[in-house]
C-alpha cells in the first residue's frame, strides 16, 4: 500500500527547506504554547535562561553534533540535507517564538549628542533617553543616547546619526 503514494517533490532540497519551516513553525508553536516535543527542547528552553543564546540556536547546536554524527553512518549527503532543513527550522522556531517585531538597542556616542537627539525625536516614533557618561581615558564628560528600535527603524536611524555625525559610535544589541 505505502509503495503506491507519491511525496509531493522528489527534490531533497525543496523538501529540506519547505520541511524546515514546517518543523519550525511546529516546534515554535509548541513551545511558545509552554510545551516541548523532545529533550533537546527541554534542554533548549532551560538554556535559553541562562545563556545569550535564542532556543533554534541552541536546538542546532545539539543538531549539528546529531547530523554530524550520522554523517559518519549514513552519508555526508543526507545528512547536509538535514542541517540545511535544521538551520531553517531554528531560525523559524525563533521568528515563532519571538515574533517578527525584534527590537535591538541603540547606543549612541557622539559630541552631537544635542542635534542628533533632537532629530531623532522629531524623524522617528520612539523616545530617546539620554545617559550622562565620561571617557574613561579623556575625563571628558559626554551623553550617552539610548533608544530602543524595531529592526526596520536601525537603518533609518544610523542614516539620521551618519548625516549629523558620520564618526559617532553606534553600538546595537
Same mark, same amino acid.
Given at each position: 500500500?505505502?509503495?503506491?503514494?507519491?511525496?509531493?517533490?522528489?527534490?531533497l532540497l525543496l523538501a529540506s527547506i519547505f520541511g524546515g519551516i514546517v518543523l519550525g513553525v511546529g516546534?515554535?508553536? *509548541?513551545?511558545?504554547s509552554g510545551g516541548?516535543? %523532545?529533550? /533537546?527542547? &527541554?534542554?533548549? =528552553?532551560?538554556?535559553? $535562561?541562562?545563556?545569550?543564546?535564542?532556543?533554534?540556536?541552541?536546538?542546532?547546536i545539539f543538531n549539528?553534533?546529531?547530523?554530524?554524527?550520522?554523517?559518519?553512518?549514513?552519508?555526508?549527503?543526507?545528512?547536509?540535507?538535514?542541517?540545511?532543513?535544521?538551520?531553517?527550522?531554528?531560525?523559524? *522556531?525563533?521568528?515563532?517564538?519571538?515574533?517578527? %517585531?525584534? /527590537?535591538? &538597542?541603540?547606543? =549612541?556616542?557622539?559630541? $552631537?549628542?544635542?542635534e542628533i537627539t533632537d532629530k531623532l525625536l522629531e524623524d522617528s516614533e520612539r523616545g530617546v533617553t539620554l545617559i550622562n557618561g565620561r571617557g574613561a581615558y579623556s575625563k571628558t564628560p559626554t551623553n550617552v543616547i539610548f533608544i530602543v528600535a524595531s529592526r526596520l527603524e536601525i537603518s533609518s536611524i544610523k542614516s539620521i546619526i551618519k548625516s549629523i555625525d558620520s564618526d559617532a559610535l553606534i553600538i546595537m544589541q
Open positions: 500500500v505505502f509503495n503506491s503514494v507519491q511525496g509531493i517533490t522528489d527534490d516546534v515554535g508553536l *509548541i513551545i511558545r516541548s516535543s %523532545d529533550g /533537546t527542547e &527541554i534542554i533548549a =528552553i532551560f538554556l535559553d $535562561k541562562k545563556s545569550g543564546f535564542s532556543v533554534g540556536q541552541i536546538v542546532m549539528i553534533f546529531i547530523l554530524g554524527s550520522a554523517g559518519f553512518m549514513f552519508g555526508w549527503d543526507r545528512a547536509m540535507y538535514s542541517l540545511v532543513t535544521y538551520f531553517i527550522a531554528s531560525k523559524t *522556531i525563533d521568528v515563532t517564538v519571538q515574533g517578527l %517585531d525584534e /527590537t535591538r &538597542i541603540m547606543m =549612541i556616542i557622539s559630541n $552631537k549628542y544635542e
